[in-house]
């Protein structure tokens, strides 16, 4: 089996205290099944606690944030209750492993971290897409069923996973060569993505994307930011089901921006690093390439891709123009304002759930 992972991936480290955007607050803590029996078991003044403090809804367990956002046992000097009372092993299964991440497509496993957690948003961003990969001995052979459980079954997928890989790394080959205006910089990546959905998906007899293909004849180029844009990114924002507070007040700074944003901001984007272009589109072509091989199409991911991007870029623009100081104090703490901290809202309150994301592939 082959794994894959970002060279920053094993040197991670959290930053405990000195977190601004901490992964303690405004969430809601999913507690897994075996920790939450453990908890319920949990004998002195903690175990009271975690019995007072953990909930159950649909079969779920859960610590829901208090009135000010901070998860019931996230103390002042920024360090968790359980942690240093019980030990790292008492942890449940999310807080332990986050903002690690592991998925499969069998015989295919990656690792990476999400963009949701501060300092794993800075690595991203700057990644230049060096990856680390191992062969693993295939120890899962004989366990048939989560093999089938995790594999799509069909003949051709091991063919179709290698050419995705060569798809992805020819993608990120050609990426520091694209034009650096935004609007040339997604035409270039649409050419790409179409011509690879002719080489991998030309026996496709359901192909839903002749019209793109023919668009790609007569050459790409439509701009970036425009009223069509702005109106798909305002449609976005009624779809979207975002999480708590802080999603309620962008909404509130969001129903402020003018109709004609998107001029401003074809001169504030003139160049393709203030949004990490390059950065984004590795981190989303990595983390999602396994959907090429249910959705029989690439297109998905790069639709997934240009959204993602223009949302940041809008939303950015409109925390810039449109948000009152306290209101920015809410998003950037105080510092200036930076756009790893937009991603890192995005991901916080889109990417992290499924419906939102399922929306932006289309
Ligand atoms: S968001 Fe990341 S850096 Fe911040 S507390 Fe959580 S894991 Fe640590």
Known sequence: MLLEYPLFYPDFACIGKTCKDSCCRDWLIDIDFDTAEKYQRMGGALGEKLRKKLHKKDGEFYFEVEKDGRCPFLQEDGLCEIQREKGEEELSKVCDAYPRRESMVYPYMQLDLHLSCEEAAKAILSWKGELIREELEDERLSEKENISENSTGESGQDELLVSLLAFRQGLWEALPDFPQDISGFFAELKTVFLQGEELLFYENKAFPYDEELEALEQGLRSSFFSEESFREYCKMNEEIQGRGELWKSFLTIFHRAEKD??????????????????????????????????????????HLIRKCILWMAYTDSILQYYAKEEEKQLFFFGEEKAFFRVAVFFSKEVEHQKKNMDLFLG
């Not at 390059?278 to 396994?290: G, I, P, V």
């Open 261 to 302: 944003l998107q001029n401003k901001m074809q001169s504030f984007y003139r160049e393709k690093d203030k949004l990490y272009l390059e950065e984004l589109c590795r981190y989303y072509t990595f983390r999602y390439l396994m959907t090429g091989l249910k959705k029989k199409s690439i297109l998905p991911l790069f």
